[in-house]
């Protein structure tokens, strides 16, 4: 078959390669057709690794195959799996720790309106607001993060040493989109995430969080989008808001 392949391309100039084909008995397909490169074990190893690294340790089996699959490689999730056991590779979803909100203010009184419908039919319809507990010199400071439920895209976001309305406000300020396309607002008063890092400042802690806010919408799969960013996710849906 390579021969035969040889010898078309090089007659290919002159004649038309369905004529080739014809002629020497070779089907347009299989002359067209190139194998997918190979990869040793320790370059595919090598590629499970930086995704997830590159995915800030958040990737599982299914983001990593995703990811390898954007650059053309095709391996299972359980060869993926067996490659994270290996090297201790422990997605930080699995290191989630909560803590409980220990307000006992008119929660129950207040309707829920999102009603664990988790997802929007467009931009700015509807936010919701996650707020994480970080140790900042030893002490307890707070990051408020505001979503918006079409595309998980984190729009607006604060930082501060105190846990108040304020917090709340800065990063609605922060939205750089019209707040009156805002339908609900989602305030999740069931539980608080803890974050593991540690920040010797409170503008180190604002520096990364633009950071990691930047990775998020840029670059972050969600298996609800598709395995797209959210960022990727807008601009394809052609909805992105003015």
């Given at each position: 078959?390579?021969?035969?392949?040889k010898l078309i391309a090089k007659l290919s100039s002159k004649y038309p390669i369905k004529a080739l084909c014809k002629a020497i008995g070779v089907s347009r397909s299989s002359f067209y057709y190139k194998p997918k490169p190979k990869h040793s074990s320790k370059d595919l190893e090598e590629k499970v690794k930086s995704s997830f690294e590159s995915s800030r340790k958040t990737y599982g089996t299914r983001r990593i195959k995703s990811d390898l699959e954007d650059q053309g490689i095709t391996v299972s999730r359980r060869k993926i799996g067996q490659i994270m056991q290996k090297y201790k590779l422990i997605s930080k979803y699995t290191l989630t720790a909560f803590k409980p909100s220990k307000s006992t203010s008119n929660?129950?009184?207040?309707?829920?309106?999102?009603?664990?419908?988790?997802?929007?039919?467009?931009?700015?319809?509807?936010?919701?607001?996650?707020?994480?507990?970080?140790?900042?010199?030893?002490?307890?400071?707070?990051?408020?993060?505001?979503?918006?439920?079409?595309?998980?895209?984190?729009?607006?976001?604060?930082?501060?040493?105190?846990?108040?309305?304020?917090?709340?406000?800065?990063?609605?300020?922060?939205?750089?989109?019209?707040?009156?396309?805002?339908?609900?607002f989602h305030t999740d008063r069931g539980a608080e995430?803890?974050?593991?890092?540690?920040?010797?400042?409170?503008?180190?802690?604002?520096?990364?969080?633009?950071?990691?806010?930047?990775?998020?919408?840029?670059?972050?799969?969600?298996?609800?989008?598709?395995?797209?960013?959210?960022?990727?996710?807008?601009?394809?849906?052609?909805?992105?808001?003015a």
């Amino acid at each position: 078959m390579g021969t035969k392949k040889k010898l078309i391309a090089k007659l290919s100039s002159k004649y038309p390669i369905k004529a080739l084909c014809k002629a020497i008995g070779v089907s347009r397909s299989s002359f067209y057709y190139k194998p997918k490169p190979k990869h040793s074990s320790k370059d595919l190893e090598e590629k499970v690794k930086s995704s997830f690294e590159s995915s800030r340790k958040t990737y599982g089996t299914r983001r990593i195959k995703s990811d390898l699959e954007d650059q053309g490689i095709t391996v299972s999730r359980r060869k993926i799996g067996q490659i994270m056991q290996k090297y201790k590779l422990i997605s930080k979803y699995t290191l989630t720790a909560f803590k409980p909100s220990k307000s006992t203010s008119n929660k129950d009184d207040l309707p829920n309106i999102v009603n664990q419908e988790f997802s929007a039919d467009r931009p700015m319809q509807k936010l919701t607001t996650h707020l994480t507990y970080i140790r900042v010199s030893g002490k307890w400071c707070y990051a408020c993060l505001i979503l918006d439920l079409y595309n998980r895209e984190i729009v607006g976001w604060s930082v501060s040493s105190n846990k108040n309305a304020d917090l709340v406000l800065e990063a609605m300020k922060s939205i750089p989109y019209d707040l009156d396309k805002v339908e609900v607002f989602h305030t999740d008063r069931g539980a608080e995430f803890v974050n593991a890092y540690k920040f010797k400042s409170l503008e180190q802690l604002a520096l990364l969080t633009h950071d990691y806010i930047h990775w998020w919408n840029h670059k972050r799969k969600h298996s609800t989008l598709n395995n797209l960013s959210p960022l990727t996710f807008k601009a394809r849906s052609k909805l992105a808001p003015a």
